[in-house]
C-alpha cells in the first residue's frame, strides 16, 4: 500500500510541478518569501544565536528542458563586514561545497536535517572556503560552470538536481549570505521552471515588524498531517500557517536556545498545494538579529521540501472552499 501511494504521490507531484507558475527568478530566498538572508554560524558557535547544527543544505532543480551550462552564485560568502553577525573578534571560516551525480539527493542522510552521516553524498564538483574576506563584502562569489547531466536525474522533479552545502569550519560568527541559480556568470539571469528547495531552514528575520517572512512547505498526497519544529524563535511574535482553506492557524513557537513542536492535520482541500507558513515579528520590543530554524515532516517522519517558488504558487485562502466542504 505504500508502495502504491508513494507511485500516486510522485504521478501526481510531477503534474503540479508542470502547471506552477513560471519562475521569473532564481534567488534564494526568493521575493515572495520576503527573507533577508540565509544563515550559517561559524563550528564553534552557540547554539543560543540560532543556529543548531552550523550546518545549511539547499537543493537546485534544473529542469530537463534546459541544456547549456549554468553558474551557482553566492552573494557575500565570506564572514565578515556589514552584513554578517560578529560575536567578538572576525574569526569564522565557511566552506561552500557543490554535489552533482548519484545520490546527491536520493540518499537518505542528503534529506536529513542534521550533518550526519553521509550527508555529503554524491560526487563533489567544486568547493571553497572562504574567511573575512573584503573582496567579497555585499559581492557575488561564481561557482561554475556546470552541465545540467552532472547533477542527479530525479524523475520526481522532472530535471537534475544539484546540492549545496554551507558549513562552519571554524569560529563564532554568524554568516548570513544568499544563493542565485543563473544561466550567466556575470549576471542574475534566471532558468525558466529552476526552482530550489530544503528541508530545514535556516535563515535571518528582518530587524523590523513590518515585514513577515514566510516560507513554503509542500504538501503530497501521502500527508495526513505535519509535525511543525522550530529552533530559537525567541519568543519573538507568532507563525501563522495560512492555506486555500486556512485562514490563519498558530503554530507552537520557540523560545531562546530551545526547540518546540506541534502538529497540524491537513485538510483534503490542502494535498497537492504549498502552506505558507508565515513569521510574523512582535511590534515591541524589537527582537533584532533573530536567526530561525524550521523544519516540517509528515507522519512517517519523511522531511518536506521547502520550495523557494511554491509549487501551485503562493497560498491564497478562499474562504468559498471551505463552505462548500461545511455544506458536505
Known amino acids: 500500500m505504500r508502495n502504491l501511494l508513494y507511485t500516486y504521490k510522485s504521478i501526481l507531484f510531477v503534474a503540479s510541478m508542470v502547471l506552477a507558475l513560471t519562475c521569473r527568478a532564481q534567488p534564494v530566498p526568493a521575493g515572495d518569501e520576503n527573507i533577508p538572508y540565509l544563515m550559517t554560524f561559524g563550528g564553534d558557535g552557540e547554539t543560543s544565536w540560532g543556529d543548531d547544527d552550523f550546518s545549511q543544505t539547499f537543493f537546485f532543480k534544473i529542469p530537463l528542458t534546459y541544456s547549456q551550462p549554468f553558474y551557482i552564485k553566492v552573494f557575500d560568502p565570506d564572514t565578515g563586514g556589514e552584513v554578517d553577525e560578529i560575536n567578538g573578534l572576525w574569526d569564522t571560516r565557511m566552506s561552500y561545497s ?22 555529503r553524498s554524491g560526487t563533489l564538483l567544486a568547493s571553497k572556503v572562504f574567511g573575512e574576506d573584503e573582496r567579497y563584502d555585499n559581492s557575488w562569489y561564481t561557482f561554475g560552470p556546470f552541465n545540467p547531466t552532472e547533477g542527479e536525474l530525479v524523475e520526481e522533479f522532472g530535471g537534475y538536481v ?12 554568524g554568516n548570513l549570505y544568499r544563493y542565485y541559480l543563473s544561466t550567466e556568470p556575470d549576471e542574475n539571469n534566471p532558468i525558466e521552471d529552476g526552482n530550489a528547495f530544503t528541508y530545514e531552514y535556516s535563515f535571518r528575520m528582518w530587524n523590523n515588524s513590518d515585514n513577515i517572512a514566510h516560507i513554503y512547505p509542500y504538501i503530497d498526497t501521502a500527508t495526513i498531517f505535519v509535525k511543525q519544529v522550530n529552533f530559537d524563535w525567541d519568543d519573538d511574535g507568532y507563525i501563522r500557517v495560512v492555506s486555500r482553506v486556512r485562514r490563519g492557524h498558530l503554530a507552537t513557537i520557540s523560545n531562546e536556545d530551545n526547540w518546540v513542536e506541534s502538529k497540524i492535520k491537513i485538510d483534503e482541500e490542502e494535498i497537492n498545494s504549498s502552506l505558507d507558513f508565515q513569521f510574523i515579528k512582535k511590534k515591541s520590543p524589537l527582537v533584532r538579529n533573530n536567526n530561525v530554524v524550521i523544519s516540517v515532516e509528515n507522519q512517517y517522519g519523511e522531511y518536506l521540501e521547502f520550495f523557494t517558488i511554491p509549487i501551485g504558487g503562493v497560498p491564497v485562502y478562499n474562504p468559498s472552499i471551505v463552505a462548500r466542504e461545511l455544506k458536505k
Do not use: L, R, V
Open 98 to 119: 557543490i554535489y552533482g551525480g548519484k545520490e546527491a539527493w536520493s540518499h537518505d542522510d542528503a534529506k536529513g536535517i542534521q550533518p550526519t552521516g553521509n550527508y
Open 162 to 173: 544539484f546540492k549545496i552545502i554551507c558549513e562552519g569550519m571554524s569560529g563564532d560568527d
